[in-house]
């Protein structure tokens, strides 16, 4: 069915070059999407690659600009996948070039999503999680509704990796939650795979279960398949079925082999080599485990070189945004002295004339407050008068002098009368017991006794000296 699936594909491709006058950009766009797509389903990263750059060239004659910059993406993410990473990165430069005078937020996020699994893939996680988050801003801009959805998932797929790798597992989990929405195999077997660290077997053949339901429900990778015989694998291998293990394993491995998914055969490797230790064939576990073992070292001899070319590309870049930043803080410095000393100019300007303004307000002021010290004095002299006097005018009068004080005792000691308010007036206006006495004609003893009721009614407490308190409010 594979085999078939490519010629088919071969010949669509083949068919589109004999006429190639007539091939319009519809027809690329079709050919880097939905042939992509199923190319990549079929685990033919091999023809992605041979089917693209002839999508390259067709774009490149039509001067097709976002027909060179899918290929060049669609190109780098197949090479990611068979773990070339220096050739995918150098696609991705090329790609993110073109884009540069392009405004494309679905081949943006593209982009960047691309350098991400790249990064993911050379293991530089940090890294990698900066590219999905660029990735994820550029995404969300994407208007066609299930084409940013696809986008997104992709990016919550690969930072669930990076975030689980780095031991982040609250984001693990905030990102497997927007997973789960169209979940993928590998979602259910990463978290099967936290279950065996635990040894609950239970739990973790119950999500690899799940993974295996899916093949059946959606369009699911070569890969995805692959992934999820290799957890049935493991899976038997710990309940120590190791014969039925080996055939799960074997599958996996030839699937993955066929597609030259280097790392997931390396997975299987350690896997195979510990099915047979339980077997206790010794000869095939270290044939196994030294297949691992020259595997691992080809591959981290290869991410190694990457990624020492990734790590001073990424000081280089630094290094020029450091240069460009120094030049832009020194155009802004300039600018802040030349601003800085018009606004001195314009403020001193604007201070002579506050000045001259303030010295007017200033007289008008104490003209103002004389007047009103002048008027308030006559007042106050007036409002003594009448308590002198036992005019029955001086309540209403002192009301009106100290309104703030008069409503303040009547809202909150609505139980004072106006003997009690007449009491508190005075004492407000500082009178001794002697002035109240003789102001009231009455004895100091009859003013004391008032005094002490007064105190009674306003619940005050023996510490508080009477007087001070009322003067006070």
């Known amino acids: 069915m594979i085999y078939f699936r490519k010629v088919l594909c071969l010949g669509i491709i083949f068919s589109f070059l004999e006429y190639k006058p007539q091939l319009s950009k519809h027809k690329i766009d079709s050919l880097q999407t939905d042939v992509f797509t199923k190319l990549l389903r079929s685990g033919e990263l091999k023809q992605i690659i041979s089917q693209e750059k002839i999508c390259l060239e067709l774009a490149r004659k039509q001067d097709y600009k976002k027909g060179k910059i899918r290929g060049n993406i669609n190109i780098a993410y197949a090479l990611t996948l068979l773990k070339k990473n220096k050739m995918s990165l150098d696609f991705l430069e090329i790609a993110k070039k073109e884009l540069e005078k392009e405004d494309d937020d679905n081949l943006l996020a593209y982009l960047y999503f691309a350098y991400g699994i790249n990064y993911n893939s050379l293991n530089m996680h940090s890294q990698a999680i900066r590219s999905f988050d660029i990735a994820f801003a550029y995404a969300q801009k994407i208007e066609d509704k299930k084409l940013r959805e696809k986008r ?274 005075f004492i407000k206006l500082n009178f001794s017991n002697k002035q109240i006495a003789e102001y009231d004609n009455i004895s100091l003893r009859t003013v004391e006794s008032k005094k002490y009721r007064l105190r009674k009614k306003l619940e005050l407490s023996k510490e508080i000296d009477f007087n001070k308190w009322v003067l006070e409010h």
């Open 152 to 425: 997104l998932y992709g990016i919550y797929d690969w930072k669930r990796n990076s975030f689980q790798v780095l031991g982040m597992m609250d984001s693990v989990y905030s990102n497997e939650k927007k997973c789960m929405q169209s979940p993928m195999p590998m979602l259910f077997i990463t978290i099967a795979n936290r279950h065996f660290q635990k040894k609950n077997i239970d739990s973790a053949e119950f999500y690899i279960n799940k993974a295996n339901e899916l093949l059946f429900k959606k369009e699911i990778p070569i890969e995805g398949k692959a992934n999820v015989l290799r957890a049935f694998g493991k899976l038997y291998i710990r309940k120590k079925q190791y014969a039925k293990a080996l055939n799960y394993l074997f599958n996996s491995l030839e699937i993955t082999t066929k597609a030259n998914l280097r790392k997931r055969n390396l997975e299987s490797y350690e896997l195979i080599s510990e099915a047979y230790k339980g077997l206790n064939d010794k000869e095939k576990e270290n044939e196994y485990a030294l297949k691992r073992s020259l595997l691992s070292d080809s591959l981290r001899a290869e991410e190694q070189t990457v990624t020492n070319t990734v790590v001073e590309k990424i000081l280089d870049e630094e290094l020029e945004k450091e240069k460009n930043n120094k030049f832009y803080l020194y155009y802004v410095i300039i600018s802040i002295i030349i601003m800085s000393v018009v606004a001195i100019y314009l403020i001193s300007i604007e201070l002579k004339k506050r000045d001259k303004l303030k010295d007017i307000l200033i007289g008008q002021k104490i003209q103002e407050s004389q007047e009103l010290k002048r008027k308030l004095t006559n007042v106050y002299d007036e409002l003594i008068q009448l308590a002198k006097n036992s005019d029955p005018s001086f309540m209403n009068r002192f009301k009106e002098l100290y309104p703030e004080f008069c409503n303040h005792l009547t809202s909150k000691y609505s139980q004072l009368n106006s003997n009690d308010l007449r009491l508190c007036a």
